[in-house]
């Protein structure tokens, strides 16, 4: 049923329906009750992504229990995750909250004491904190307490021992408040995800020979002059996978090998690289309909490494879908040497691809070679072959 109504769709959108397939309500109809179950990544473009291509996730979490109390639990990590916007007020609001909260408690301390000017106190009187007569003044006695001005008109004074005990869990309690806010702003400045939008990865990948071999490429370009340390480049398949026992499983991952042409395990990343993945037996591309750009899957490919100056982790990620995968195409080169004797990187042809020629299919390999001797190696090989077909079953050896 399902190759019957994609033909009708290919006759239907080609304009060679007959009579009986003449409105598009009836194309959408054998569509969408031919299938049992709906697409793995939705029609558009945007919702079906899994990952978007500038690395963020496009899945929403719906229906977490307790979730509030699970973000309160890891306070720093929410502190460092959330928007600059709420960040800043949220930062304002905690000085200015306890500013205004310790200047309550001196008020109160006050009113305790009998410093304020409506209790009429005598002339011998010594208050607690000399000139706090108003709220407004024990406000002003906290900001200046907390942030350390010390103007000289308003302090606390020795007949008072709750003030210093007060005075110290201020400070101390402020103190600690502070170095928490101002980690988390520098925490949140000096993380690598900056440093993840100066890499950048092609806008396409293109599947071609390379080697003699049928190999899906991918393009990566680090954009600072600084050095990335230890890259490492793999990929996840994310598609919908039926196993034995009949179970269908959404967004399987499969690992997804990818090399580049040097013999060490780390790229050196100076210049744009193009990374490799033999697709051969071993791949879990091989019975994927890479040439006609269909499909219901997504190639999520992720670069890690440290970052030279900060030596912090860095992970860069962006992701394929199936008509971003060009059957047929090679990346332009985008490095040339300028008549300084510099190498010069051209992002203008980074994402550009050229027509070259397809592969027959996936497990096609080329040999190179003289043409007499590569028919001579065929001939012998066939020879042998057939020698081993028709000779009877028992143990030979062979002279030597």
């Keep these: 049923m399902h190759g019957r109504t994609s033909v009708w769709m290919r006759l239907y959108r080609d304009g060679w329906t007959d009579g009986q397939m003449t409105s598009a309500t009836k194309v959408y109809y054998s569509q969408t009750t031919q299938t049992d179950s709906r697409p793995l990544i939705g029609s558009g473009l945007r919702r079906r992504r899994v990952m978007t291509k500038d690395g963020r996730s496009n899945v929403r979490m719906e229906h977490i229990a307790d979730k509030r109390f699970l973000y309160l639990k890891d306070l720093w990590t929410t502190f460092i995750d959330m928007q600059w916007r709420y960040k800043l007020v949220l930062f304002s609001a905690t000085f200015a909250g306890t500013w205004f909260a310790f200047g309550v408690i001196w008020y109160l301390v006050a009113v305790v004491h009998g410093d304020l000017l409506e209790f009429d106190p005598p002339a011998n009187h010594t208050p607690c904190v000399m000139q706090v007569h108003t709220l407004t003044g024990a406000f002003l006695f906290s900001l200046e307490s907390q942030t350390t001005i010390g103007y000289g008109f308003r302090y606390i004074s020795e007949e008072c021992p709750l003030a210093i005990v007060l005075l110290i869990t201020q400070l101390v309690l402020t103190t ?154 090679e990346f332009t080169p985008a490095i040339s040497l300028s008549a300084s004797g510099k190498y010069v990187a051209d992002f203008s042809l980074f994402d550009q691809v050229v027509k070259v020629t397809a592969p027959c299919c996936l497990h096609e390999t080329v040999r190179f070679g003289d043409p007499e001797k590569v028919k001579l190696e065929e001939s012998l090989r066939e020879a042998a072959e057939r020698e081993r077909e028709g000779a009877p079953l028992s143990v030979r050896i062979s002279n030597v």
């Design 176 to 329: 600690i408040m502070e170095i928490f806010i101002t980690g988390t702003f520098l925490a949140k400045i000096a993380r690598p995800k900056k440093r993840a939008e100066t890499i950048k990865f092609s806008q396409n990948a293109v599947v071609a020979q390379h080697n003699g071999k049928t190999c899906l490429m991918i393009r990566v370009a680090n954009m600072r002059k600084s050095l990335l340390i230890g890259c490492q480049v793999t990929g996840k398949l994310l598609q919908t996978h039926l196993t034995k026992e009949g179970e269908s499983v959404r967004l399987n991952q499969v690992n997804v090998d990818f090399q580049v042409d040097t013999s060490s395990d780390s790229p050196f990343l100076i210049l744009p690289l193009t990374f490799y993945h033999v697709v051969d037996d071993a791949s879990p591309f091989r019975d994927m309909a890479l040439r006609t750009g269909e499909g219901d899957f997504e190639l999520v490919v992720i670069l890690s490494g440290t970052v030279e100056s900060t030596s912090a982790t860095c992970q860069v990620r962006t992701s394929y879908l199936p008509e971003e995968i060009l059957w047929g195409y």
